[in-house]
């Protein structure tokens, strides 16, 4: 099943579905690879029954937390990068709540990431904020109600918990390191595409995000973007989202209010090789690595 995205004067961008597959057939790539939907790869997540308002709060409300802040509607935050504040995890809790309870309007009217973005950005938001936070760091308690699928033979890099409300978005950007995301609260869609596609989705030089938006496409600036073909999906709870390296793609949470887990694994050289546009963002990283240690 395939979708274009609207654009007048020409085609547009194109998408295809992520493959959904139960776990006993997934298997991740040391290769290439590609994105999965996995169905049930974690059945007996505590977190799935116990992740309520309640629960947050008593086990890390009191745990501070650095939030991402900017002006505005919540739409491409980690783009469009602002001065961080620090809070409470639980006063946190209570703003996405109280901004959520504003939003349930919008989520029975509206369907598509797209359409959702347009109308938060029309509801007059003064300042919006987004939390990314270091799970082991905010509760081992919380650790222990998510453990990590058994996807690669090391642990993983990183676990990190992360929270919004309605249309707040990542950015369309790719990471060097492949990871899975977790849904456990409320719904995100995601819009992939592949390494290949870094020139057309109009990646940042240097860094790893890109200017073009699918949420919003403005082919008159992103002209390539019409030709650009990707891939989406939306999570639900208890699903999980494999991404390889390099996989361009852009999160939008299109439930009142979400909250999903993702862990990153070390990077298999092979899926390293297979995505060109990273090489030089690679090298230099690396290079600055060894003149640390010189």
Known sequence: MRRLLSGPGGPSTEFRAVPRVPRRDFRTSFRKGEPRVVLD????????????????RSVAGD??????????????????LATGGRTSFGQYLD???DTAGGLEEI???CTGAGEITRAVCADGFRSSYYLDANLPQLSEALLDDAPPPAWYRHDPLDANLWCGVLGTSSGLHCD???????QVVGRKHFVLFPPSQARRVYRIPQITHCRFDPN???YERFPRARHATG???????GESLYIPVGWYHQVTVVSAWALNVNFFWPRPL???????PLWPFLLRRRWARLRGRS
């Open 216 to 218: 919003l496409p403005d």
């Open 63 to 80: 745990r501070e937390v650095t939030v991402r802040e900017t002006d505005g509607p919540p739409r491409n935050i980690f783009q469009n």
């Open 270 to 276: 092979a899926q390293g090789l297979s995505a060109p």
């Open 107 to 109: 989520t029975l009217s």
């Open 95 to 97: 703003w996405v709540l």
């Open 231 to 237: 891939w989406q999906c939306t999570l639900k709870p």
């Open 41 to 56: 790869n974690v059945p007996g997540w505590p977190a799935l029954h116990r992740w309520n308002p309640a629960y947050l």
């Open 176 to 182: 060097v390191t492949p990871n899975c995301n977790v």
